[in-house]
């Protein structure tokens, strides 16, 4: 009696083991899943003028909460207002602390999640995080870039709160009416640097050592 309980026992770990590995897989396993800004570009407006810009995500997996952190170039755009969106106040109350605006780093920062005790399933499907309204400042043109670290989708599995992974994220651009419509993001920019640098360095002393 005692080994077929303990039988019984290794068959119900082994079946929790593979619930959870795949409850992990579906929320991987949608390859659509993205953050993105909408409308992608917008463009052509005058310096006082206002618009507003939707964070939206698509075919999103059971997520129970979400940060966008969206950087953009001070001298060209402020940040008037942040409104969270609909997405996961359809299903749930939400926690939604208030947004950090620094329009003088150029950044925005907000987050929302469900609130506990958490709903047995997250939010699926397309919907709108948040919402930024921007004041124009100046005819110049900046990319609405996603900061990799800073922006997040999150899941609930077996009550603990779970990054989801292997989804896309898809920036915006303002272009002025004096602007070109293409910015190279910072992180992008630095990194171009650093590999020049260090083929500088590398050329150079090969150089010196062919000499002695």
């Known amino acids: 009696m005692v080994r077929q309980m303990s039988y019984r026992k290794k068959i119900l770990a ?21 953050v993105s800004v909408n409308p992608a570009e917008v463009k052509e407006l005058e310096s006082g003028a206002s618009f507003t810009v939707d964070v939206t995500v698509t075919e999103a997996i059971n997520v129970y909460g979400w940060q966008a ?19 996961l106040k359809s299903v749930n109350d939400t926690a939604w602390p208030a947004p950090k605006i620094d329009n003088a780093k150029g950044l925005v920062l907000a987050s929302a999640s469900l609130m506990p005790p958490y709903p047995l399933k997250g939010v699926n499907g397309t919907g709108v995080l948040v919402n930024v309204t921007f004041t124009v400042k100046s005819g110049g043109s900046t990319a609405l ?21 292997n989804y896309a994220v898809h920036d915006g651009n303002f272009v002025g009416t004096g602007g070109t419509g293409f910015q190279i993001p910072i992180e992008i920019l630095a990194g171009v640097i650093a590999a020049v640098v260090v083929i500088v360095v590398v050329v150079v002393f090969l150089v010196r050592r062919r000499r002695h």
């Open 14 to 34: 082994v079946a929790a083991v593979f619930l959870a590995v795949a409850t992990i897989a579906l929320v991987k396993a949608s390859p659509e899943t993205a």
């Open 69 to 87: 952190n969206i950087t953009f170039d001070p001298g060209v755009l402020s940040v008037e207002s942040v409104a969270e969106g609909p997405f």
């Open 145 to 165: 870039h996603f900061d990799a670290k800073g922006t997040k989708l999150r899941t609930v599995i077996g009550g603990v709160v779970t990054p989801i992974e």
